[in-house]
């Protein structure tokens, strides 16, 4: 979950090895609801359905949802449909064929916040908006190979920004960003999806954050709901997001959420497309 205006102490918490596999474990039950959507998610489902089997999943678990509630947030997940980029409010509307679902989740478990998201491509989705997929899943991966100990922030941000504009001509939200995470579902530092390299906060091992590129196939323009919390393209083309919770580590980053499964969930259910990584596009493909 990104918001408009991210907490800004500048106190960075760095994670024991404890604290972060805490961390994994909350991940891993958000990533256990995507799989369920993945599973179930097509034409005629509505978003307050899914809303209410992620919140059944979560208390199975003896787990909270971390986004009910949260700053008067009113559900357990954000289902952001064609235009909207993040934080949707689940309703009663169905989804359509040609839909693209953007579906955040977080979880409060044993004192630790998971946070991951996926776009789901339902039915018969244009191509042009399903490379937008394919780049901006790819783009996540991009910025998680520059999250490492002794990289900036701008280094992961840059990598995000010059792979999808540069190499794609798709937009980057500048209002909204990644963030920090542990006992609080947000905390520093920002995650930002564009930036230069060598600029912002040093990354060291131990730093938990969550990135999450919110790519636009027009303009990066967006504007906000009178709900207070739906975020739009300003131009109304589609909008694509995904998101992983990492730990940075010396050589390679710790992915703590697993997209696998969600990805696995997908290939069983003939209403959803899979989106496929761009793996040329990868040094570690």
């Not at 994670?15 to 961390?23: A, F």
């Not at 991940?27 to 799989?35: I, S």
């Not at 097509?42 to 678990?61: N, V």
Request: proline fraction near 5%; hydrophobic fraction near 35%; charge should be negative.
């Amino acid at each position: 979950m990104s918001l408009l205006q991210q907490p800004k102490s500048n106190l960075i918490f760095y994670k024991t090895d404890e604290e972060i596999e805490r961390i994994r474990e909350s991940c891993l039950l958000v990533c256990k609801v995507l799989t369920h959507v993945g599973a179930n998610i097509k034409p005629g489902m509505s978003g307050a359905q899914l809303d209410k089997e992620a919140e059944q999943i979560i208390r199975d678990h003896h787990a909270e949802p971390a986004f009910k509630g949260y700053r008067g947030f009113p559900s357990t997940l954000c289902v952001s449909i064609n235009e909207v980029v993040v934080h949707g409010i689940p309703s009663e509307t169905y989804f359509n064929d040609g839909d693209v679902v953007s579906v955040d989740c977080g979880v409060l478990l044993n004192g630790y916040h998971g946070d991951a998201a996926y776009t789901f491509p339902i039915g018969d989705v244009p191509e042009k908006v399903m490379q937008l997929l394919r780049v901006t899943k790819t783009s996540l991966y991009r910025g998680i190979e520059q999250a490492t100990h002794g990289k900036r922030m701008g280094d992961v941000s840059f990598a995000i920004q010059n792979y999808v504009e540069k190499g794609y001509g798709y937009s980057v939200v500048r209002e909204l960003v990644g963030h920090g995470i542990g006992k609080s579902l947000h905390e520093d530092p920002e995650v930002p999806n564009y930036g230069r390299r060598g600029n912002g906060v040093m990354l060291k091992d131990g730093l938990v954050i969550a990135i999450e590129p919110m790519i636009n196939l027009g303009k990066k323009d967006v504007k906000q709901s009178k709900d207070g919390w739906t975020i739009f393209t300003k131009d109304r083309q589609p909008s694509a997001h995904y998101e992983h919770t990492i730990a940075v580590r010396k050589g390679t980053a710790d992915i703590l959420s697993n997209h696998v499964p969600v990805e696995s969930a997908i290939e069983n259910n003939p209403e959803v497309r899979t989106v496929e990584l761009l793996k040329e596009d990868l040094e570690f493909a």
